[in-house]
């Protein structure tokens, strides 16, 4: 398809995660939205600190994180040998594999370099060290192209409206754009998004603190909302849509997504309200068959025990899913990089591979 503008056109906003001068830099995104700042990192320890404790988060932003992180590792190692030097690399593959376990883009991104490395072996270290860097780089890029084409595909089936999003799947989940951040902008930029309800996304608030932020940043109109306002809004008829992002598809169409996806999505079926998830080709898992398959992560009590800093509850037992699965039957489509997915998704997902 023809792409109608460039991510300059679509956003205001810098890269959320980039590499130079063997350093990996990132928008600290536990920060926002009181304050704007990109750190750098320049070991493998600190890039696994930033994913695992949500400086840098969004399932393609850690993909591109940990790619960043072993790309780190390669242009730093002062290994001698080959043996020397791939000990390390599986060291610090193993430390970032472990960060985090729900969004299949960080292994995705590791295992695509570390499959490049096996398959260069013999290459010289200089040369095995070039590859990791340049394949690093690529995996950043090319999510920022598959961010735009995804824009421009989403904004086409989308319909003319309001529209509801959960989390963040912006710019900021991302290398670049974002995933929904792309859709919306391009639906924003043709005059076709009249209003961006957003989820304000509890515990770790990531629709307050990063979508709120990150989408009146780049002027769409927008109204936050708590989460628990979302049925009573659809149930006013203000939604014409919703869109959330994905960390992990799998091969029936069921996904993992942000915790409170999977409530949108029943409300959005009582309402009649066309639910899309948007996502990459690295987001999706066809090893796995359906939804329970999909490990998901739980986080730490204080983030259930506080909000924006503040202890809300006494000290009581708390449980933390960050995730929850959609059965893939409560899907309208599955807006991908290369195309629309409809029912029945075991046989179309296939299509894209
Ligand atoms: C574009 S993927 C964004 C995806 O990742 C978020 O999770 P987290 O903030 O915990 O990294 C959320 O599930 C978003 O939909």
Redesign the pocket.
Known sequence: MKLKYKPEELTKLPRSVEYRDKKVYLIDQRLLPREFKVISLSTVEQVAKAIKT?QV????A?GAAAAFGLALYAERSRAETKDEFFNGFYRAYEILKNTRPT?VNLFWALNRIKKLVEEHREDSLAEIKRLIVREAQKIADEDVEANLRMGHIGAEILPEGNVLTH???GSL??VHL??VGAVLRVMHKEGKLNLLWVDETRP?L?GARLSAWEYHYDGIPLKLIADNMAGFVMQQGKVDAII????RIVANGDFA??IGTYTLAVLAKEHGIPFFTVAPLSTIDMSLKSGEEIPIEERSREEVLTCGGCKIAPDVDVYNP??DITPHKYLTAVITDKGVVYPPFERNLKKLF
């Open positions: 949500m988060r969004g399932a393609p850690i969004a989390c963040n799947a989940a991302t974002g995933t770790v990531q959330v992002g994905a960390d997504n942000k960050a995730f």
